[in-house]
């Protein structure tokens, strides 16, 4: 699942997206937009993936992730990431005394899970990834995501560069410091 330039370079692009339990709004609900950037900040500081792209919804994000290592797995960096994020969901959702929506959380955990001391599902159990190989799908899936607060039934903003938990504004402004654009045009 790597992509491989005329230079030989292998980049590990994926456009990767998880959605809250049953859909629920918990990153709205929470205001835990933050948790899902303190991860883009772990993933950057310890080296394992840069964010090429971002959507971060009330209840799902869409994110392209640049794995710096071949080695490192896709599977346990979001799920790592999902795990730190639903610690903090949990946390905030206990102190702003959301009872029920607690209790549906904790319904929803198998014996299994709370054999493993699992206490709550936040997230759906699975993730969704694809690979991204061509130049045409990275801007495809780019634009999908900048695109899904003004779609459907979200109608968040009338312009998606006003949403504040999304990078289609650093993509306007030029400012895109997640992913080297000499990688992006070798693609």
């Known amino acids: 699942m790597s992509i491989k330039t005329a230079r030989g370079t292998e980049y590990q692009l994926y456009f990767c997206t998880f959605t809250c339990f049953k859909w629920m709004n918990l990153f709205e609900l929470t205001d835990g937009y933050d948790c899902v950037y303190k991860w883009f900040n772990y993933l950057k500081d310890q080296k394992h993936a840069n964010v090429v792209a971002y959507v971060i919804m009330p209840n799902h994000l869409h994110v392209i992730l640049h ?47 709370r054999r493993k001391g699992q206490k709550h599902r936040v997230f759906e159990e699975s993730f969704d990834a694809k690979p991204i190989y061509t130049k045409y799908f990275l801007e495809q899936k780019i634009d999908y995501i900048h695109h899904n607060p003004i779609r459907g039934k979200w109608a968040l903003v009338a312009d998606v560069t006003h949403y504040p938990h999304s990078s289609a504004s650093f993509y306007e402004e030029g400012n895109v410091f997640f992913f080297e654009p000499k990688h992006y045009s070798e693609l």
């Open 67 to 113: 794995l710096k290592d071949p080695s490192l797995s896709l599977n346990k960096i979001v799920g790592n990431g999902k795990r730190f994020m639903a610690y903090a969901i949990i946390t905030r959702l206990e102190k702003g005394l959301y009872q029920g929506v607690l209790e549906v959380l904790h319904g929803s955990v198998t014996r299994r899970e």
